[in-house]
């Protein structure tokens, strides 16, 4: 695939993440309502070792930037968003046990906040494919993943989320969505143009090339992910 400027590469990833999210199994199913409410909850439990494991991939991608701020920021700003700016009870982890006690109100915590119910494999291989690309990673290569395979698209997957979750088959019980919506209003769309402002100053057709090849393959890796969640959801019935 040829691309001759940036915006080429993110109408190609765009086309990547309509394939393999917009009309994946999982958010195909979620938004017509075909899950129950115990198949939810354990989509809300994977998806908080997820949300939990993120930090290290930024960590894991800062280790592969350049020792240039320029560089680095971008990703340490993103991290800082992670851990509520220094907050109290603000991380995105403890946001997103808003969502998960809402749905799951009985869910069995141990005494770190951490599920008992173990991590699936399909959400460890997508966070493990993350940190081990970035140990061999060129700096372009860590900004792409996490820019274009990533952050690009987040903010609306994650407001597919939010707006599936308010189908009326899920309104068992008030879910609080504030961890969704925040994401896909304010968080991404900022994440993004932060590594954005980088990837645009590469305009030669190689890097290009490399931007697109690390996205998209990043980006299936994640959608994965839900897809692999989506079949273990319906084996729960």
């Not at 990547?16 to 075909?34: P, Y």
Request: net charge negative.
């Amino acid at each position: 695939m040829m691309f001759n400027t940036y915006k080429d590469v993110e109408t190609a990833i765009d086309q990547v993440v309509q394939e393999e999210f917009t009309n994946g199994v999982f958010l195909s199913a979620l938004r017509n309502g075909e899950y129950s409410i115990p198949q939810i909850q354990y989509f809300a439990v994977q998806y908080s070792y997820y949300s939990r494991h993120f930090p290290r991939v930024l960590g894991a991608a800062i280790s592969a930037m350049p020792p240039l701020d320029t560089w680095w920021v971008p990703l340490a700003d993103n991290l800082w968003d992670e851990a509520g700016h220094g907050a109290v009870g603000k991380s995105h982890e403890q946001l997103y046990k808003t969502f998960l006690l809402s749905v799951y109100p009985d869910v069995q915590l141990d005494d770190k906040g951490i599920p008992k119910q173990p991590i699936s494999p399909a959400v460890q291989n997508a966070i493990q494919t993350f940190i081990d690309f970035f140990r061999d990673a060129s700096p372009l290569e860590a900004m792409a993943a996490v820019g274009l395979g990533s952050e690009m698209f987040a903010g609306a997957v994650m407001g597919d989320i939010a707006n599936g979750l308010r189908h009326p088959n899920y309104s068992e019980r008030p879910l609080n969505l504030l961890f969704w919506d925040v994401h896909a209003d304010e968080h991404e769309p900022r994440h993004y143009q932060l590594c954005k402002d980088i990837l645009v100053r590469f305009t030669g057709t190689n890097d290009l090339e490399t931007m697109y090849h690390v996205g998209s393959n990043i980006a299936k890796s994640e959608a994965l992910m839900y897809t692999q969640l989506h079949h273990e959801m319906l084996q729960r019935g």
